[in-house]
């Protein structure tokens, strides 16, 4: 039985599948509730081996597109009792999400296998690589 149940949503096509699959399982689990995350992330350069972080004005249009993300799962989601869609602010996404997930003792987390990157041939993502490896609660990977 899961209680508490994450989604990590990056807006991807693939997201878009595993959060349906979160749905299924909400409606199934009734009693469960839903959380569904987006985390944003600041958009740093790399200058001769210095990182720097991106103009304001990148990161305010970033920021804008990481909130229309959420609002659009909070839409798919808006049907649903217990479920909720958050903006987490800032860092590299699997450990924001890894950490939330222990923090707030969800008992799952489902994932897309793959998001918003190019590179088709990898089974996994570098996020849902990363999450699968260290997460110390279930996770269901979507194709
Ligand atoms: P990469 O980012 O390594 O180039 P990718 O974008 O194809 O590859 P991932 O980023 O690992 O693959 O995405 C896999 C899944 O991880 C997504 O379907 C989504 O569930 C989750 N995810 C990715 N980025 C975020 C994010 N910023 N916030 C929340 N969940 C995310
Ligand atoms: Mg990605
Ligand atoms: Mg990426």
Redesign the pocket.
Known sequence: VFQKILV???G?E??KI?LDKAISLKQVFTQATLEV???F?IANLVISDTIVTGPAPVQAELYQASEAIVEQARQRISHLPFSTATLLDGGA?APV?LDYADEHQFDLVV???????A?KELV??????EIVQRANIPVLVVK
Do not use: C, K, N
């Open positions: 990590a949503y990056d991807s693939t997201a595993a995350v987006h985390v992330q996404p999400i994932i897309g296998s793959r998001g918003m990157g590179l996994l993502g570098s996020v849902s690589h």
